[in-house]
């Protein structure tokens, strides 16, 4: 590749939307090093090297007709019609000629048609490598999260506490996500996003996984116990997440999150934290066994949060109403209401909690 083409070439990090389905075609890419992912519907083809992106859009001078997203770093050669002229002259005009062939190469249905670069699905690659992650009958999910969710995350770079591995982590715009509500048991709603679906990271290496706001701060102690553990019986796996990540990575994101806790002993709290926002995510895929299995499992450690670690009334009075959520959703109305009075009558506690906590005792005498 001449030198002035060298110059048209840019670099997206891991994540970057290059287009979106339905937005004007004012460029082709010319992937060079990385790959991409081409979305359209449930559609999803993953390209490397050699492939051109958006190229029959932008000689139709028409409108992308999918979404192409960058999912690994990627190098592209971008092609306007500014520089077009440029970048043909310099080149044996195969780079023009090839756009124009697959130009002619979409058929009546509007079907992507991909002739250089095409390779296998890194969703369905990664889901080979992660089932045996799971528990055995778990489910595998189907899907991705939204291609628009990587609008609301941005990379950092993350070193592993573990074994010093660097990896991108992905960390949450969170000034952008838009509340829609708050529900009783403390879970914010949003309506443009979920953030339970990027709740861990995990190292690619050692698979040392952990909550993403408390990835650095993990206990010198912790981190000698994986070590030990991890030197006697190395992964047998790897894991990285997708761009856009599926929900099946997501799930198995929290059970290398409880193998992690089980080697270094968590403490309750992160215990009844994972297996809370477990709840919330099969709640959202409408898994009702799966989600009562993990009810019982959060009110588990949740009770013992509440009985062996000190925090102050505020605190409490949380346990008490997330407790009372977790017994209505498993049927035991009379410890839903004790822990409700709980939070209701505590001393010194947060007068809001108070009325929410005696609102639910209302809504339980009622029926409701």
């Known amino acids: 590749m001449s030198s002035v083409a060298v110059n048209h070439i840019q670099s997206f990090t891991k994540g970057t939307v290059l287009f979106a389905e339905g937005t004007p075609a004012d460029a082709v890419y010319f992937i060079a090093a990385g790959k991409a992912l081409v979305i359209r519907g449930e559609q999803q083809i993953s390209l490397g090297p050699g492939a051109f992106l958006g190229a029959v859009a932008f000689f139709q001078e028409s409108r992308y007709t ?18 077009s002229r440029e970048v043909v002259s310099r080149q044996p005009a195969v780079a023009l000629a090839l756009l124009r062939e697959l130009a002619m190469q ?6 992507p048609v991909f002739i250089q670069g095409r390779q ?24 991705t999260v939204p291609v628009e969710y990587g ?72 981190v000698r116990r994986w070590q030990s553990a991890t030197a006697a019986r190395p992964p047998q796996a790897t894991f990285e ?55 019982e499992k959060a009110r588990l450690y949740f009770a013992e949060s509440l009985a062996t670690t000190a925090r102050s009334a505020g605190g409490d009075q949380r346990l008490y109403m ?12 009379g410890e839903a209401y004790r822990n409700f009075h709980a939070a209701a009558t505590m001393t010194a506690g947060d007068p809001r909690l108070k009325k929410v906590a005696s609102d639910r005792i209302l809504d339980l005498r009622s029926g409701q």
């Not at 995350?153 to 949450?172: D, H, L, N, S, Y």
């Not at 997330?322 to 049927?331: K, Q, S």
């Open 106 to 111: 979409v058929p009546e249905t509007g079907e």
């Open 322 to 333: 997330i407790l009372g959520e977790l017994d209505l959703r498993l049927g035991n109305r």
């Open 120 to 143: 296998e699905t890194a969703a369905a690659a990664e889901a080979r490598t992660t089932d045996a992650l799971l528990p055995e009958g778990h489910p595998v999910f189907p899907g």
């Open 66 to 83: 999918y979404t192409a997203v960058c999912s690994t770093e990627l190098k592209a050669l971008t092609i306007t019609k500014e520089n």
């Open 151 to 222: 609008d609301l995350v941005f990379p950092v770079e993350v070193e592993c506490p573990a074994c010093q591995t660097k990896f991108t982590g992905m960390r949450i715009r969170t000034s952008r996500l838009q509340l829609a509500e708050q529900r009783p048991d403390f879970r914010n709603v949003y309506r443009n996003f979920e953030p339970n679906y990027y709740y861990i990271w995990v190292c690619p290496k050692c698979l040392f996984a952990y909550p993403e706001r408390q990835y650095n701060r993990v206990s010198d102690l912790a």
């Open 241 to 295: 997440f997708s761009v856009p990540r599926t929900i099946h990575e997501a799930i198995v994101s929290y059970f290398l999150a409880m193998k992690t806790y089980e080697v270094i002993g968590a403490a309750p709290d992160l215990w009844a934290n994972l297996w809370l926002r477990m709840l919330w995510i099969y709640e959202d895929l409408e898994e009702e066994e799966l989600a009562r299995k993990a009810a």
